[in-house]
Every structure is written in structure tokens, then in C-alpha cells.
């Protein structure tokens, strides 16, 4: 069975704060991992998206470990909105294939 | 660039109704997604379109949902007749295709919103 996993929350962290969201995956073939932030009655938009060991984009940091399979998401100095829940996709099935989302991750950032 | 529109935006009906969504994807783009997305869960994939092929189907409750993409572009997405279960935000994602499906970067629209009663 195909599973992502993610711990729901809610982490309630203060501004400024750094917190990482884990995220386990259970098909070891899985080649590409995405995370998307979904804002509360909104849809998903892309984060950030990782092929192979992680990525970073300002203060967003994914980390890869295929090994343990999961991916994790760092999010450094949080603001007030960044507040949002944090959805894990992970990508199977090669060229046809899809993604499998987890139930999301909830942040609640507070001043 | 436009996104991928949906429409309507919120639909309430009765147990045992119909209703139909409808996506349009982001231009050129050839994979069209629909999600089914509960309260407090991750999007859950319908079903998934390379052009106006099906892909995968295989979470499509079929005896009650259907969808098609007859000029692989638009789609719609129909629930005949719909259960109190059904009730859910509905979302259309678009990818490029390029890639494949598993590594596409897939773009949302909006969702619909369906209440039943």
C-alpha cells in the first residue's frame, strides 16, 4: 500500500522561531517529493519540490532521506504567514504515475 | 499566465441529486487532475488525464462518478446521485506532462466546494 505520512499538529510556534515538519513515505520507489502549503479554504500551491537529496529556497530547506524514507521541511525565522497547513506529495508510477498527499501538517505562527 | 479555473465554486444539493463540475487547465498543459479533498485530509486522486485519455482511475467510485476530457483540454466531473459522504472540496490540478506524471509540478485551481444534504 502506497502511504505518505505526515504528523497533523498543530505546531503553534512564536515569530521568529525555526520548525521542521517530517513527512514518511512508504513506496521506496517513489522519485520525486513535493511539499504544498494550503491556506485555510484555499487551494494547494506549490513549495517547493525535491528530486534527489533536498532543496532550499530562502528560508525553506527540504532534506531527502531515502534511506529512513522521508523528507522533511525546515522553515527558518517564521512569520506570521507562514501560518497555513503544509501538505507532502509524494510522486509514483514514472511516467504515468501521480502523487499521493498526506493529511497535511497544521502551523500556527503567533506573535 | 492564467491558472486553472473551476467552476462553480460552491454547490449545495440534496442526497440523491446530480451535479457537475468543470475545469479548465492551465493552456498546454496535457495531464488534468481531480482530487477529492474531506475536511482535514490531504487531496485524494479521482482521476487522472494524459490528453483526453484516462490514466488512472482507480479511486473513481464509478458506480456513482464519472469524468471526461473529450478535446483534452476542458473537463467535467459528475456525481449521479450524490451521497451525504460526497460532501468535499473538489479540485482540478493541471501538469505540463513533460516529465511524467510522478515528477510534474501539478497546479491547482480553486476547488468546488460541495455541500450535501
Given amino acids: 500500500r502506497k502511504e505518505v505520512e505526515q504528523d497533523p499538529g498543530p505546531f503553534n510556534v512564536p515569530e521568529g522561531a525555526t520548525v521542521a515538519f517530517n513527512c514518511t513515505y512508504s513506496?521506496?520507489?517513489?522519485q520525486s517529493f513535493f511539499w504544498y502549503r494550503q491556506d485555510c479554504r484555499k487551494e494547494p500551491?506549490?513549495?517547493?519540490?525535491?528530486?534527489?537529496s533536498g532543496n532550499e529556497d530562502g528560508r525553506f530547506t527540504a532534506?531527502?532521506?531515502r534511506a529512513s524514507q522521508y523528507i522533511s521541511l525546515l522553515i527558518r525565522d517564521s512569520k506570521l504567514s507562514d501560518s497555513a497547513t503544509y501538505l507532502c506529495g509524494g510522486g509514483y508510477g514514472g511516467s504515468q504515475g501521480n502523487l499521493i498527499f498526506g493529511k497535511g501538517t497544521k502551523l500556527s505562527v503567533k506573535p | 499566465e492564467a491558472g486553472v479555473a473551476q467552476s462553480p465554486r460552491y454547490k449545495i444539493i440534496e442526497k440523491r441529486q446530480s451535479v457537475a463540475f468543470w475545469c479548465n487547465p492551465i493552456s498546454g498543459?496535457?495531464?488534468l487532475y481531480w482530487y477529492q479533498q474531506i475536511l482535514g485530509q490531504g487531496p485524494k486522486?479521482?482521476?487522472?488525464?494524459q490528453n483526453n485519455g484516462v490514466v488512472d482511475d482507480s479511486q473513481l467510485p464509478k458506480d456513482r462518478f464519472s469524468a471526461e476530457r473529450l478535446k483534452g483540454v476542458d473537463s467535467t466531473l459528475?456525481?449521479?446521485p450524490a451521497k451525504l459522504e460526497d460532501s468535499a472540496?473538489?479540485?482540478?490540478?493541471?501538469?505540463?506532462g513533460e516529465r511524467g506524471g510522478s515528477t510534474d509540478t501539478q497546479y491547482f485551481g480553486p476547488g468546488t466546494r460541495l455541500t450535501v444534504l
Fill in chain 2, 78 to 80: 459528475k456525481i449521479q
Fill in chain 1, 45 to 52: 500551491k506549490l513549495l517547493m519540490s525535491v528530486y534527489s
Fill in chain 2, 89 to 96: 472540496v473538489y479540485l482540478c490540478a493541471s501538469s505540463l
Fill in chain 1, 27 to 30: 513506496n521506496s520507489a517513489s
Fill in chain 1, 63 to 65: 532534506q531527502l532521506n
Fill in chain 2, 29 to 31: 498543459h496535457a495531464t
Fill in chain 2, 45 to 49: 486522486l479521482l482521476i487522472q488525464f
